[in-house]
């Protein structure tokens, strides 16, 4: 089984191999993006950057007033 590669240009040329042959240049971008947020997500909740589900049920019900 084939790691995620640990240089960020291994990890592009991963997500761009994973797409099928017929993508869109839009489509691989958005898989990009959505890959980088998953990633940043995962830096953030090892560094212990986290809230918990009742402080972000606080914080979007304060976005509908």
């Given at each position: 089984m084939?790691?995620?590669p640990?240089?960020?240009?291994g990890?592009l ?12 240049f839009e489509?691989i ?9 998953i ?6 909740s090892?560094a ?8 972000m049920?606080k914080t979007i ?5």
């Amino acid at each position: 089984m084939d790691t995620a590669p640990a240089t960020p240009e291994g990890q592009l040329r991963r997500v761009i191999d994973e797409q099928p042959d017929d993508s869109s240049f839009e489509e691989i971008l958005k898989e990009l993006a959505f890959a980088a947020m998953i990633e940043r997500g995962l830096a953030d909740s090892r560094a212990g950057r986290t809230i918990s589900q009742e402080e972000m049920r606080k914080t979007i019900e304060s976005w509908r007033k």
